[in-house]
């Protein structure tokens, strides 16, 4: 599968109970990386993405839903990377209290792209794939 977060500049994800994630260019850009592909979300994010219904797949156990070709978009849950072998990250320019971190150890980055978002001056798009030590 491919996971989809988004992070704070601590890698922290989910903070007091509320989501990192609500950028609507960020949503766009989710949006047309997986045109040609499955989008699967938890209902927790159903509000983010409905304005574009019938671009995702609406399943609250998508990690074992999922296939290897498939995105998931990860916001209220601790991301599987067992079954991730690629990760996009997008990353906000701030530190918010976090409820949850993502351990980036066992990852390479292998592409970075700055845009302007919506809510934040700063976003930078992250591509990781998983270090070949960590597949197994």
């Not at 988004?6 to 949503?27: A, K, T, W």
């Not at 304005?51 to 998508?62: G, P, T």
């Not at 980036?104 to 798009?125: D, M, N, R």
Request: aromatic share 14%; net charge negative; hydrophobic share 30%.
């Amino acid at each position: 599968m491919i996971g989809i977060v988004c992070l704070d500049q601590n890698n922290g994800m989910y903070f007091n109970e509320r989501r990192q994630s609500r950028d609507r260019y960020v949503i766009r850009d989710i949006l047309n990386m997986t045109k040609d592909g499955n989008l699967y979300i938890h209902s927790y994010s159903e509000e983010l993405f409905a304005s574009n219904e019938n671009s995702y797949i609406i399943c609250d156990d998508y990690f074992s839903g999922s296939s290897e070709r498939d995105y998931c978009f990860v916001e209220n849950h601790i991301l599987d990377q067992d079954r991730t072998e690629k990760l996009i990250v997008y990353r906000w320019d701030k530190v918010y209290p976090a409820d949850y971190k993502i351990n980036l150890s066992g990852w390479t980055l292998i592409s970075t792209l700055e845009f302007t978002g919506y809510s934040h001056e700063k976003i930078t798009k992250e591509v990781y794939i998983k270090n070949e030590t960590e597949k197994s």
